[in-house]
């Protein structure tokens, strides 16, 4: 079964950049859509961005829109989410995961294969 690993998250000031990564196990990786994800502490898991399976496609949440960059490497089995002028609301457990079937309203029940999370923090 194919698995995910996030990496890359941290501590941060307001204002700062962080890189995300998220690694596949096997190159059935390639086939597939990828969305982010984050979960703030009591509060739901929310849709960050999202990329096709070549990379031809990108979306985003509209607050992400014009500072988070997601991109892909397919040889490298990983896809990256470039997070700039980070604001301390952007503090969250940040996951990947496969879109298993289409997902119209990014609903987090549409994907799968759940990395843990890497931990972002952006203090004021």
């Known amino acids: 079964q194919l698995q995910l690993v996030e990496s890359g998250g941290g501590l941060v000031q307001a204002g700062g950049s962080l890189r995300l990564s998220c690694a596949a196990s096997?190159?059935?990786?390639?086939?597939?859509?990828i969305g982010w994800f984050r979960q703030a502490p009591g509060k739901e898991r929310e849709f960050v961005a999202g990329i096709s399976w070549n990379g031809g496609s990108t979306y985003y949440a509209e607050s992400v829109k014009g500072r988070f960059t997601i991109s892909r490497d397919n040889a490298k089995n990983t896809v990256y989410l470039q997070m700039n002028s980070l604001k301390p609301e952007d503090t969250a457990v940040y996951y990947c995961?496969?879109?298993?079937?289409?997902?119209?309203?990014?609903?987090?029940?549409?994907?799968?294969?759940w990395g843990q999370g890497t931990q972002v923090t952006v203090s004021s």
């Open positions: 096997d190159r059935t990786f390639s086939s597939y859509a």
């Open positions: 995961a496969t879109q298993t079937r289409p997902s119209p309203f990014q609903s987090a029940t549409d994907f799968g294969s």
